[in-house]
């Protein structure tokens, strides 16, 4: 499991509701697809993201695991063999937010064994989109 936390220069409230518009995740999440949801976000809704890959286009199943305003919000990820769990914690940090996001990431089956080299990968591409997000959060 990867684990990073940074420091935005702007409230909570800003950056939670940022993080949580997940319609708009490809802002700061270039690789994201669409994303269509099954209705608000809240703990227990799921979403189908619409992927293309290999000149097909790919669902992925995503799920809410946790939801709580201002202060976590939990993922769940399936797509084909690929399992991952996604957690973003959001705390005051002076007058910004320091935000904690936790990944696990693998693959299912006999594939198991390669979990390590995905696992790795996924923390790389959250690192950057934390990078990402801060710098849209705090030009904005």
Not at 93 to 108: E, I, K, N, P, R
């Amino acid at each position: 499991m990867g684990q990073k936390s940074i420091v935005i220069d702007r409230p909570v409230h800003d950056v939670f509701a940022r993080v949580t518009d997940l319609e708009r995740a490809q802002e700061w999440a270039p690789q994201m697809g669409k994303m269509r949801l099954d209705g608000p976000v809240r703990e227990g809704a799921s979403m189908i993201e619409e992927r293309r890959m290999f000149g097909r286009t790919m669902n992925a199943t995503w799920s809410i695991t946790r939801f709580e305003p201002d202060r976590a919000m939990g993922l769940s990820l399936r797509f084909g063999p690929i399992r991952g769990r996604f957690t973003y914690e959001f705390e005051p940090s002076g007058a910004g937010t320091l935000l904690t996001q936790s990944t696990d990431m693998g693959f299912a089956g006999a594939l198991r064994i390669f979990s390590p080299l995905i696992a790795a990968e996924a923390q790389r591409e959250e690192d950057a989109e934390l990078g990402r997000l801060k710098e849209l959060l705090e030009r904005s």
